[in-house]
Each structure stands twice: as C-alpha cells, then as structure tokens.
C-alpha cells in the first residue's frame, strides 16, 4: 500500500517558535505589539497600500470592509457566486445583498463584462475574488467602478504575494483582504489582513479594529484619554499569532518560488491529457503572476468527477472539489440575487478538482497523483462513452 498524500500540509519555516518565545518572554502578548508592527510594515512595503491592519482572519477583514463601506440594508454588491462564503457573509451581516454574476470560463474570476449589467441604482461595491491567486481584470473592473462611483473590495485570500501588471493583488482596490489561515500559502493558522488603500479611511479602519475606539491614537500619544467612536469590534490578533506570522513573512518570497516550481511541475505533467481532452488546465493570462495557491483541473464534461475522487481517495490521494456555488447555497438563495443560472459557474464548478499542493511535495508524489487522476479519469472516460 503506498503511503497516503494529503492535500495540504501546514508549512512551518521553523522559526515560528523562536518568535513566539520571543513575545512569550517580552510579556507582551495582546495586539499590535512589535510582531503585529513588523507584519504591518512587510505588507505595506509589500504592497504599496496605504495602511495594512492584522485581523484574526480574512473573514474579519471582509467584514471591516463592509463597515468601513457603510453598507446599508438593501444595499447591492456584485461578486461571483463561485467563492468562499464570506466574501458574501460580510456584507449580509450588515443588510447587504451580494447579487450574483457569472465567472469567467477561463480563470473562473468574475466576468468583468457582465459586471455593468448588473449595476443598479443600489449598487455600492465590487467584490473581486482572485481565485486560485490568478487576478481578476483589474484594469476593466477599476474602471467600471469609477465611471459608476463604487467601491471596489478585492477578497484577495489566496493572494499573497500574487501581481496584476506588477501591483500586488489587495493594493488595487479600495481595499484588500488577505488570509493567512492554515490551508493558504503564508500561514497563522486563523488570521488575515485588511489592506486598506485609500488614504481617508486609514484612521476609521483603525478604529473599527480597536472596537470602535481611538486607541490606537492615543497608544501613539496622539491623545490624552481614548473614547467610543462608532460601531465597531475586536478585529486584531494577539502578539503570539503575529509573531507566528513574521517567521512566515520573512520567507515568503521562498515559500512562493517552491510552490511555483511544484505547480509548473503539475502543469507540465499535464500537458499532454489537457491536448487528449481528457482534462483542462488553469489558465493564467499574461498580465497575471499568480503565487501557485492552487492546482485544479477541469475534467471533461462526460467524466463522473465524484467516481473519480472516490477512486483517488481509496488509493489515498487527497484530491478535492471546491466551492459548491453560493446561489445555489440556502443561505445564497435567501439573502442574494442573481439570474436563475450562471451557466460557466454550475459548469465549470461541477468539473473541478483540485490536487494536492505543499511544501515539501516530492516530484515522485506528483507523479503518482497524475497517474492515478488520468488513469481513472481516461476508466470513466471510456464508460461515459460506452455508454453513449
Ligand atoms: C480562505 C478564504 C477566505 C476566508 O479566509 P479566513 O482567513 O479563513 O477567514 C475568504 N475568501 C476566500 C476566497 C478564501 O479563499
């Protein structure tokens, strides 16, 4: 029996305990001490926004978007249906309405040509999900918002360390939002960030983070008491966490190269049965440098994806499907608004699978997860046909 391979498996660069000692023995262990500052500090440098915050997740950080947008019930954000559901929940949670568009059929981002359509007079933000860490055409749908005077929030949880013609991905919009959760590249085990890249609400993210107060004014001397503002929460994560994070920071640009290098493998590997028919291969456009998040495939239409993931998991390969399609979802159904279908998002949705993609993943182990995907791929092929 070979051993088992799983789909992800945390990466630690083995420096996170040394940080965590390190705050451990300064006593400093609530937020937005030296770890989380240092954090703040890579990002902005990184990329380019104005300010980055520390939050205990992405969701977090879609959720201070939402506040800072001043989403109001019934208000309308459009954003694919094919994503994680918190770049829905956010803005739910404030009485806001995601209104469902379609996918593009190569990147299975957002069809910035049927964003315009969907815009009405309560429309007030975007959301661009950039899946796979593949961007969304940023340069259309930055356009589109200005000439319609909306707000555009980039959820860019798989992102990190990903470029649309050069700008990192979560310094394009309004604003971006990372995750450092356990299953993405740069890890916390729960955390994220929010990017916040126009200028005038720096200091009210600020706020909306520290529960509503100013205290984070007043901790730089800015003030002399701290008070309640306005709405807000507890969005930030302890030094622990942060520290944590920093020993990832630090090698980054290593965690990404070897991620690539394994996903060109895959790639590679691939080549000839995306030229059979049996699969489809991700599609990374030219002005994309994405940071090999994700390896999928889209197997051919005819192809039995659950026969083939059961007959994967038996060998102990852990490929997995992704999104189930938020306006297919109960909740989609309640609280969202879309045309009845979204034809590339049930497709495409419905025919992808994804592989297993670390740190540490040998090539043999690659080789041996593309053998048994085309092999029982190419077995329900020819039953499909057989069948016909
Ligand atoms: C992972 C993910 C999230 C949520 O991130 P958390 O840090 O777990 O809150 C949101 N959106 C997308 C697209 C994701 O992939």
């Given at each position: ?5 799983p ?30 500052k ?9 990329t380019?926004c104005?300010k ?36 829905a ?40 999900v950039h ?13 589109i918002s ?13 992102g ?7 700008r ?7 604003f ?33 983070r ?10 730089r ?18 030094e ?5 994070l ?21 790639n ?17 456009p ?23 993931l ?6 102990g ?69 057989g069948?016909?």
């Open positions: 029996m070979n051993e088992s391979i789909f992800n498996r945390p990466y630690m660069t083995g420096k996170e305990l040394y940080y965590i000692a390190e705050a451990h023995f300064s006593g400093m262990l609530a937020g937005d001490g030296p770890f989380t240092r954090c703040h500090s890579w990002l902005e440098q990184r380019g104005t980055a915050l520390l939050t205990h997740s992405c969701t977090a950080a879609l959720e201070m978007a939402a506040l800072l947008l001043d989403i109001e019930p019934g208000d309308e954000i459009i954003m694919p249906s094919y994503t994680f559901v918190s770049t929940n956010a803005f739910v949670l404030r009485g806001g309405v995601p209104v469902f568009v379609d996918v593009r059929e190569d990147t299975l981002n957002l069809d910035e040509r049927l964003v315009e359509a969907a815009i009405t007079p309560r429309t007030r933000a975007i959301a661009a899946y796979a860490g593949v961007s969304c055409e940023m340069d259309t749908i930055m356009a200005k000439r319609h005077e909306l707000r555009v929030v980039e959820d860019a949880a798989q990190v360390m990903a470029t649309y013609r050069g990192a991905l979560g310094g394009i919009g309004d971006g939002a990372y995750s450092f959760h356990e299953t993405k590249n740069v890890i916390s085990g729960e955390g994220g960030a929010l990017l916040v890249n126009d200028a005038s609400l720096a200091e009210r993210a600020e706020i909306i520290e529960k509503g107060t100013d205290r984070s004014r007043f901790f001397g800015q003030i002399d008491k701290y008070t309640w503002q306005e709405v807000g929460s507890s969005m930030l994560p302890g622990l966490t942060a520290a944590f920093w020993a990832q920071l630090e090698e980054a640009a290593r965690i990404t190269q070897t991620r690539l290098r394994s996903w060109a493998l895959y590679e590997m691939l080549a000839r049965f995306e030229s059979s028919g049996l699969l489809r291969r991700p599609v990374v030219e002005e994309c440098s994405h940071n090999a998040h994700m390896y999928y495939v889209l197997l051919a239409p005819e192809i039995d994806r659950h026969a083939v059961s007959e994967l998991r038996s060998q390969i852990g490929c997995v499907f992704h999104y189930v399609p938020l306006h297919t979802s109960p909740a989609g159904l309640r609280y969202g608004r879309f045309a009845d279908e979204l034809p590339v998002t049930d497709r495409q949705s419905a025919r992808l699978i994804r592989l297993p993609l670390w740190m540490g993943i040998t090539e043999a182990q690659q080789q041996r997860v593309v053998d048994s995907l085309t092999h029982a791929a190419s077995k329900l092929a020819s039953q499909a046909a069948i016909r």
